[in-house]
């Protein structure tokens, strides 16, 4: 279900490596929790982040939720489809609907995040607390 | 039903099934079915009834025939809302008044505690579930399990009746800006009522919706939602809420107050807006005046699913509120501008 290749944060977002990028995006458990996404507010490309830094927004009809970098770097890209097809957020998490891509500070912030297997146990956790 | 449950005032409540969007669309293009029983009831009986719900509430409740019903106020002394509510008229001397669930205790304390007159008022709550059937193909759902004559029921009538066998008050009423029925019966039948309807709705794309969808619908129908638009510090003429104020029916508590007020004129009122810009302004968003000071605040803002905007409801001064005057309201840290436009924002083809 969750790539293998990809890394995860507690905030649910997710990072995949290509070559000096990081695409980052969040991932199905966060865009299931939020319902049907209607609106992201992204930065400019350029914009420099540090790890846990807030770069955004995603906005369902309910709620808004701040996206967090999950490694520090530049802003080299953002996705030019979510403006008009936010919806794709719901459809292709972890593909089509990425969310900005990075140049890479340091790689070694990598090895600070979950693999696929960690993030699986942890949603776990967290559907087991929310039916307590 | 793989619902997304929310503690909503102690209620266990289903926010949204398939999705808020799909759910809308389907209750304004085919209907969508509500689990609405945590709604509170009240019952007003005796001889005197009607003079204590016409002396809690503004609209007129004298103009109800039985089997009529309308929506009110229960007011406080200044003016102002205690809740919002329909009044439904069952016979002389006994209404049934239809509350919002929050405030269930509140207002039964509260009617209660006008002890003069010769009427008993009872928390029916726990003898109600309610479920709402709403949309352009809510007639056809409900009537293939009654033989009630509902087709020729107008809007806002209400009758006694069964539903697959089983006793309800079925109203032509809703939250949603589309036809459709709430219907009120006893609690011990709602899982076989809500299995039947969606079973007999089922060819007709009925869909069951949640707290989610209901909001946006009747956002975009325009009607007010306690303690957002409604509260105990907005007046009937600032909600603008002029229609149900019947000043002339008799004393009524706040009476006084709204008179006054009619004379020396109010400095805020209730408005709608759409965004002219792609950002969502929500509760509580501050509107600004043009010197970029707070004047007033989104009291509901959201994207419409079926209009396709983002819309929302504020408190503007009334030297702003004219539909097609403009604002701005503060998102995080931006200012874009809203449009002022007439209320509803949607109205169902008749």
């Known amino acids: 279900m969750y790539p293998t290749d990809y890394r995860y944060t507690k905030e649910h977002e997710w990072v995949r490596i290509e070559g000096d990028l990081a695409a980052i995006g969040i991932t199905d458990y966060a865009q299931h929790e939020l319902g049907d996404v209607v609106y992201v507010e992204m930065p400019r490309v350029g914009t420099k982040l540090k790890a846990g830094e807030s770069f955004g927004t995603v906005e369902s009809v309910k709620a808004v939720s701040d996206i967090y970098a999950p490694v ?9 489809t979510l403006a008009d097809a936010p919806e794709s957020i719901n459809k292709d998490p972890h593909g089509k609907a990425w969310l900005i891509k990075l140049k890479l500070a340091s790689s070694a912030e990598l090895a600070q995040l979950m693999d696929a297997k960690a993030y699986e146990a942890y949603i776990a956790d967290k559907e087991k607390e929310a039916s307590a | ?61 004298g103009k109800l025939a039985d089997g009529q019903a309308q929506y009110s106020g229960l007011m406080t002394s200044a003016g102002t809302f205690v809740d ?34 010769t009427a008993q008022a009872e928390n029916a709550g726990e003898r109600y579930s309610q479920l709402a059937v709403q949309g352009p193909k809510a ?45 009120y019966f006893a609690p011990e039948h709602s899982e076989k009522l809500w299995n039947d309807l969606l079973e007999a709705g089922r060819a007709e794309g009925l869909v069951p919706c949640g707290l989610g969808a209901r909001n946006t619908l009747r956002l975009e129908a325009g009607m007010c939602l306690y303690g957002h638009e409604l509260d105990d510090t907005t007046s009937v003429w600032e909600a603008n809420l002029g229609w149900i104020c019947k000043l002339d029916k008799g004393d009524f508590l706040g009476r006084d107050a709204l008179r006054a007020q009619k004379q020396s004129g109010i400095s805020r009122i209730l408005a709608g807006f759409e965004m002219q810009e792609r950002l969502i302004a929500r509760d509580g968003c501050p509107v600004l005046d043009a010197h970029g000071k707070e004047a007033g605040r989104v009291t509901s803002g959201s994207p419409a699913p079926f209009l396709k905007k983002n819309i929302g409801m504020a408190y503007v001064p009334v030297e702003s509120s004219a539909p097609g005057n403009t604002v701005r309201i503060a998102i995080r840290a931006h200012e874009p501008v809203a449009r002022i436009v007439p209320l509803p924002f949607y109205k169902r083809a008749r």
């Not at chain 2, 759910?23 to 509170?40: K, N, P």
């Open chain 1, 72 to 80: 520090s770097g530049e802003v080299a890209e953002i996705n030019p």
């Open chain 2, 139 to 183: 007639l056809g759902i409900v009537q293939r399990l009654t033989r009630a004559p509902i087709a020729s029921l107008k809007y806002y009538r209400f009758l006694a009746g069964e539903i697959d066998g089983v006793r309800a008050l079925i109203a032509r009423t809703g939250y949603t800006g589309e036809d459709g029925f709430e219907l």
């Open chain 2, 84 to 117: 919002d509510l329909l009044v439904h008229k069952i016979s002389d001397g006994h209404y049934l008044l239809c509350v919002n669930a929050s405030n269930q205790d509140k207002d039964f304390d509260y009617i209660r505690s006008h002890g003069r007159f």
């Open chain 2, 1 to 61: 039903m793989g619902a997304k449950m929310v503690n909503f005032g102690g209620w266990d409540m289903p926010v949204e099934y398939a999705g808020i969007v799909s759910e809308h669309i389907a209750t304004r293009t085919a209907a969508g079915l509500f689990d609405v029983s945590h709604m509170g009831e009240i019952e007003v009986r005796g001889p005197q009834a009607l003079d204590l719900v016409q002396f809690v509430t503004c609209n007129d409740a």
